[in-house]
């Protein structure tokens, strides 16, 4: 059982704006700026995002977005493209020197 | 060309061993910590363990500490995940992955290893 929480489904049609919210405590993503988003899609390697709550690596879109309040971290995904159907896994490290991942997104490009 | 490669994975029994490399090629893997993911048939990732840069610092999580033991040879470039006592629960496919800026951004992961523990 994840101690990070995100809602289990987005969904969207293609154009529109979402955010996808990761909570945690203020001793994993309240407490340190070392939260991730990953994409997966089915039967692929998870790729990486965001980083460091809102830093992108390079070739990731800018219509991918971080941000983080508190113990709450966000993910948001502008102009929304049926390519962007995936799940998505918010990352924190933690108080523990251990890292965790939320239990993942399911968004639908209606 | 940068990439991480799984090996080593399969069906074992409970109670038994298993041991998963990661070859890493492209880039400096001694300059990067290394991590193991895993994720049990049709559900979310799992963090399972992390090693510094040089070997010298290594971090599991609860549920595999004190059965996995994570090492690295820096000099073949290879990483290694010993898996013993293995139980139906440790059934995931093992994602290898590079730590990009210390702060467990995984920004570049192996293709996996299936492993299946069931008697």
């Known amino acids: 059982q994840s101690v990070l929480t995100q809602p289990a489904s987005v969904s969207a049609s293609p154009g529109q704006s979402i955010t996808i919210s990761c909570t945690g405590t203020?001793?994993?993503?309240?407490?340190?700026?070392?939260v991730s988003w990953y994409q997966q899609d089915p039967g692929k390697a998870p790729k990486l995002i965001i980083y460091?709550?809102?830093d992108r690596p390079s070739g990731v879109s800018n219509r991918f977005s971080g941000s983080k309040s508190g113990a709450t971290a966000s993910l948001t995904i502008s102009g929304l493209q049926a390519e962007d159907e995936a799940d998505y896994y918010c990352?924190?490290?933690?108080?523990?020197?251990?890292?965790?991942f939320g239990p993942g997104t399911k968004v639908t490009v209606l | 060309q940068v990439q991480l490669v799984n090996s080593g994975g399969g069906v074992v029994q409970p109670g038994t061993s298993l041991r998963l490399s990661c070859a890493a090629s492209?880039?400096?893997?001694?300059?990067?910590?290394m991590h193991w993911v895993r994720q049990a048939p049709g559900k979310g990732l799992e963090w399972v363990a992390v090693?510094?840069?040089?070997?010298?610092?290594?971090l599991y999580a609860d549920s595999v500490t004190g059965r996995f033991t994570l090492s690295r040879d820096n000099s073949k470039n290879t990483l290694y995940l010993r898996m013993d006592s293995l139980r139906p629960e440790d059934t995931a496919v093992y994602y290898c992955?590079?730590?990009?800026?210390?702060?467990?951004?995984?920004?570049?992961w192996g293709q996996g290893s299936l492993v299946t523990v069931t008697s």
């Open positions: 460091n709550v809102s």
């Open positions: 990352s924190s490290y933690t108080s523990s020197y251990i890292y965790v």
């Open positions: 992955a590079r730590d990009l800026s210390g702060g467990g951004a995984h920004d570049l």
């Open positions: 492209g880039f400096a893997f001694n300059n990067y910590p």
């Open positions: 203020d001793s994993d993503i309240g407490g340190y700026n070392y």
């Open positions: 090693i510094s840069y040089d070997g010298n610092l290594k």
